[in-house]
Each structure stands twice: as structure tokens, then as C-alpha cells.
């Protein structure tokens, strides 16, 4: 049976491990981080991993990844109030590093610690291609990405799916991704009939 958060925001806590990470200072001081802005006009992390979580039952009720895609969305966006801008946000100073630093307090997954890593890297590779119409760019960025996740690319398209299917989120990123691992899977496929 599932529980409330003892915490300033309201979603069921389903395992164990989530009313840990729940509980744990570092998450707690991270939820209330962010204002209204492009992307977010939610503002705080704690509406977008509620958004995020509905998502997940939305698209993936059934799913034997729905737990691992929970871990991910209550962790992936919550360490953002860590990053130093006064230094380039990359590396070790990347909201994402930083979640997947606090992640392996509560797992060896790889797969799920990639996903967090990693969890803006596909927007990005599209923005390289929308912003300043560099397709090549995209495309290789996209690839690096689709090879660095190898058997992981599903769990990495459902979380991307439930991250992206929020309010002011640019649908043109998921399409464009979606469809580029779709056709890099048709043409790896035929190279290997």
C-alpha cells in the first residue's frame, strides 16, 4: 500500500527506495529549486516530477520499467539548484552528473544512472539541428547518444517520452529523436539481414 510523502509536495510513495530518496536532505532541499521559465513554466522540480510521474502511469502503467522510470524522474532534475554557474555546465558541474552522483547512493543500475545522466542529451542534440541548423551536428550527437545507451535505448525513449509530454515542452525534440533511433534501428537492421 502506498503512502504520502512525509515532505512539501504530494505523490504516492510507492517502494522503499523512493521513501528514501524522499526523505533524504540533499532531494529535499532540490524540489522547491526553479521559477517559471521556457521549458519549466511549472517553476519548482517538485511540479515537474509530479507532471513527470503522471506521465509514467499515463504512457507506462504496465510497463516492468515503471519503477526504474519513477527512480529517474524523482531524481533527474532535482540537483539543479547544485550547479555553479559561474562555471561551464558540463561534466561533474551538469545537473544530470550530479543527480547520477546522488542516484548511486541507492543503485549500480546502469542503465537507470545513464538515463539520469544523460536525460537532456537527445533536446540537445536536436537543438543543435533547430537553433542553428546544424543537422550534421544533431545527427552525430544523436548518434554518440544511441551508442553510449546500446541496450538501453528503451528505457531511455520511455523516460525522454514522460520528461518531454509536459507543459512547455517542445514536442518537436521527442518527435525528431524518436524517429532518428527508429530509422538507425531500420538501417542496422538491414545491414545485418
Excluded at 78 to 84: E, I, L, P
Excluded at 98 to 115: G, P, Y
Excluded at 166 to 172: L, V
Aim: proline share 3%.
Amino acid at each position: 500500500m502506498s503512502t504520502m510523502t512525509p515532505t512539501r509536495i504530494q505523490f504516492p510513495v510507492e517502494t522503499e527506495l523512493e521513501r528514501q530518496i524522499t526523505q533524504h536532505p540533499e532531494w529535499l532541499n532540490g524540489i522547491d529549486y526553479g521559477r517559471p521559465r521556457s521549458g519549466h513554466p511549472e517553476g519548482a522540480v517538485k511540479y515537474h516530477i509530479v507532471d513527470v510521474l503522471l506521465n509514467i502511469d499515463r504512457f507506462y502503467i504496465d510497463s516492468g520499467d515503471r519503477t526504474a522510470l519513477r527512480f529517474i524522474a524523482l531524481v533527474h532534475d532535482t540537483f539543479k539548484y547544485q550547479v555553479d554557474i559561474s562555471r561551464p555546465r558540463c561534466g561533474e558541474n551538469h545537473h544530470g552528473m550530479i543527480a547520477r552522483r546522488f542516484a548511486e547512493e541507492f543503485t549500480s543500475n546502469k542503465a537507470v544512472l545513464d538515463v539520469i545522466e544523460l536525460h537532456d542529451e537527445a533536446y540537445n542534440a536536436w537543438q543543435c539541428g533547430n537553433r542553428d541548423g546544424r543537422w550534421d551536428k544533431a545527427s552525430r550527437r544523436a548518434l554518440a547518444l544511441i551508442d553510449r545507451l546500446g541496450t538501453n535505448i528503451n528505457l531511455y525513449l520511455a523516460f525522454y517520452r514522460c520528461d518531454n509530454a509536459t507543459n512547455g515542452k517542445n514536442q518537436q525534440s521527442w518527435d525528431w529523436f524518436e524517429q532518428f533511433v527508429r530509422d538507425f534501428t531500420s538501417c542496422r537492421r538491414e545491414q545485418s539481414s
